[in-house]
């Protein structure tokens, strides 16, 4: 259906309907779509303008930093082809650059393990800027016990210098930490790691270290109390307005987003922003949701709102975006080239009424990071739960007890059209053999792999597995 409107209408008319980011959950999985779709969109873009970037300057180091941060974890790939689109990745780091983004942000694990190497080709290819104009972010992402040892741990250390091409890295973050102490220690600093990452940051091979946090606030608390022996040069956080105060609400593993600002701001310590659109859900809202913003503003897209949001407070160093698509980069270049930050009032509209109403959709907080990718049973399992997000947030998400009970069918009285809705949509995102009732239940998911929101994935997979049994059991 999604691609179909994409055909049949320009890209003004789509941003006016849906906002830039209204494909982005879906687009964020795959990576890839139709080629005429993208040149539809890329042809009928505004172009941002050059010269006009918004900078922030780190209070620790000096380091003036684009306000939009390039992530490099949600690739292009080639149409039709799991192969990621080296060209396509060259001409948007190029782009970005030429607009003034000058942080980009990748990780070991990020890409099935290939961001480290497409970037690293990308800021090869690019002949615009020398090297001390634009600052690369990696992180130690040791989460296999592989990589926990000494050796193991500064192997992935040098292979990033390796595979970025570079003698330096100017951001270096010790990866999703926030499980537990015994894990941080276990990571870091019974493995000599941390006395070592200091070393190379007296040496300039390291000039920025830090941490990304998912997890508890009590590992939060303790890791920052560590700032005066290790003294931390940002950190990197989840901020969004969903994130700001209902983080815990959502999953009762993580931390609001206020508190964890907070408490940077009160050590002086700048923060970097992870998932500004929570994975895509910010941008494709609920219609009544859109529908708001749209009056308030009809020529921004719903993209726009959460990375002003998130690029508002001062404290903010920078904003991570991964930006699949070059309408997804142009439409961010668009907010950030100058920033206008949220007033007062929409910031109260966003933090409260907006806010609200969202946590009462009860969606699934999978920020389609594939960390759990892939699973060795090939279950697709971002692109499934987006798939769950997306009918939900629509309102098309059908309840099969109203197929037998006379009461819920006449509150639903569309549920025969939802029910097609959702069995031949999932059939044309995620291919029948990795649907969820393949899973196994083997744990692989969640044991061996590390899911920021910590997400039950297994229990997920079982409960729609269930919801499409009972579906196809249950046609009217």
């Known amino acids: 259906m999604e691609k179909k409107i994409r055909h049949e209408i320009n890209r003004r008319s789509f941003l006016k309907m849906l906002g830039v980011g209204g494909a982005a959950a879906?687009?964020?999985c795959a990576g890839k779509k139709s080629t005429e779709a993208a040149a539809d969109e890329y042809?009928?873009?505004?172009?941002?303008?050059?010269?006009?970037?918004?900078?922030?300057?780190?209070?620790?180091?000096?380091?003036k930093v684009s306000l939009?941060?390039?992530?490099?974890?949600?690739?292009?790939q080639k149409e039709g082809?799991?192969?990621y689109d080296q060209e396509m990745i060259n001409r948007q780091i190029d782009y970005a650059l030429e607009h003034g983004v000058n942080y980009i942000d990748t990780s070991p694990v990020y890409c099935r393990g290939e961001s480290e190497r497409c970037t690293g080709i990308a800021l090869k290819a690019q002949n615009r800027l020398s090297r001390d104009q634009y600052f690369?972010?990696?992180?130690?992402?040791?989460?296999?016990?592989?990589?926990?040892?000494?050796e193991g741990a500064k192997k992935m250390y040098y292979d990033s210098m390796s595979e970025l091409q570079v003698d330096y890295i100017d951001y270096y973050l010790l990866h999703a930490i926030g499980g537990s102490m015994e894990e941080f220690n276990k990571r870091y600093v019974d493995n000599g790691i941390m006395d070592f990452l200091m070393e190379e940051r007296e040496a300039g091979r390291v000039r920025n270290l830090g941490f990304s946090f998912h997890g508890r606030q009590d590992v939060f608390d303790e890791v920052l109390t560590l700032h005066d022996k290790y003294h931390w040069d940002f950190v990197q956080i989840e901020l969004n307005w969903l994130?700001?105060?209902?983080?815990?609400?959502?999953?009762?593993?993580?931390?609001?987003?206020?508190?964890?600002?907070?408490?940077?701001?009160?050590?002086g310590i700048p923060a970097v922003i992870m998932e500004p659109l929570l994975g895509g859900r910010l941008a494709k809202v609920p219609g009544y949701v859109a529908n708001e913003l749209k009056q308030r503003d009809p020529e921004k897209t719903i993209a726009s709102w959460a990375f002003r949001y998130a690029g508002t407070p001062e404290g903010v160093l920078t904003v991570l975006s991964g930006m699949t698509f070059m309408e997804h980069l142009k439409d961010n270049l668009l907010t950030y080239c100058p920033l206008v930050p949220l007033t007062?009032?929409?910031?109260?509209?966003?933090?409260?009424?907006?806010a609200h109403q969202m946590m009462e959709e009860e969606t699934i907080p999978c920020n389609a990071c594939q960390y759990c990718m892939?699973?060795?049973?090939?279950?697709?399992i971002p692109t499934i739960f987006t798939h769950y997000n997306k009918l939900k947030i629509e309102g098309f998400l059908p309840n099969p007890n109203a197929a037998e009970d006379s009461t819920l069918s006449q509150a639903d009285p569309d549920y025969r059209e939802k029910r097609r809705r959702y069995l031949i949509s999932l059939d044309r995102e995620v291919p029948r053999e990795r649907q969820p009732d393949h899973c196994i239940q083997c744990g692989r998911c969640i044991h061996e792999k590390h899911c920021p929101q910590q997400i039950n994935i297994p229990q997920e997979l079982e409960r729609l597995s269930r919801l499409i049994e009972e579906l196809k059991r249950n046609p009217a």
């Open 26 to 28: 879906v687009a964020a």
């Open 43 to 63: 042809k009928n873009q505004v172009e941002p303008p050059k010269g006009k970037m918004t900078y922030r300057t780190n209070p620790m180091t000096g380091d």
């Open 68 to 76: 939009l941060g390039y992530g490099m974890m949600r690739l292009p």
């Open 81 to 83: 082809s799991e192969e």
């Open 136 to 150: 690369v972010a990696t992180k130690l992402s040791n989460f296999d016990p592989r990589f926990q040892s000494a």
């Open 243 to 267: 994130d700001w105060n209902y983080a815990n609400e959502i999953n009762g593993g993580n931390v609001d987003a206020s508190y964890l600002y907070a408490e940077l701001q009160k050590k």
């Open 344 to 354: 007062q009032a929409e910031q109260e509209m966003l933090d409260t009424k907006i």
């Open 374 to 380: 892939p699973c060795p049973y090939g279950i697709d």
